[in-house]
Nanobody
Framework: QVQLVESGGGSVQVGGSLRLSCAASELIYSSYCLGWFRQSPGKEREGIAAMDSACNTGYADSVKGRFTISQDSDYDNANTLYLQMNSQNPEDTAMYYC??????????????????WGKGTQVTVTS
């Protein structure tokens, strides 16, 4: 399994931006599908964005147009995943997790498709 560590969470006002990072223990770009999930208190964990080695990307409707998933631009040394979050609203308040595995991209929303998970970073959006 790949070791993943998220960072970049914090508190932001409505309409603000944050960028989350997920550092991996090995080069991940060429082999893995990488996803961002989030979980709010009392709610199920949901997949919000993912990308694979073919540069396919997917987004949940709730974040489409506001969040952008990306990786290191240095392909040969890519081991960091990012999530740029813009125009944030209180519904974005959650613990955010990154995940990685070699899966079929159409399964990116499925939690059980990923074996490697980070411990999460908290994002709080205040009004």
């Amino acid at each position: 399994q790949v070791q993943l560590v998220e960072s970049g969470g914090g508190s932001v006002q409505v309409g603000g931006s944050l960028r989350l990072s997920c550092a991996a223990s090995e080069l991940i770009y060429s082999s893995y599908c990488l996803g961002w999930f989030r979980q709010s208190p009392g709610k199920e964990r949901e997949g919000i964005a993912a990308m694979d080695s073919a540069c396919n990307t997917g987004y949940a409707d709730s974040v489409k147009g506001r969040f952008t998933i990306s990786q290191d631009s240095d392909y040969d040394n890519a081991n960091t995943l990012y999530l740029q979050m813009n125009s944030q609203n209180p519904e974005d308040t959650a613990m955010y997790y990154c995940a990685a595995d070699k899966l079929i991209f159409t399964d990116w929303r499925r939690q059980d498709a990923y074996q490697s998970w980070g411990k999460g970073t908290q994002v709080t959006v205040t009004s």
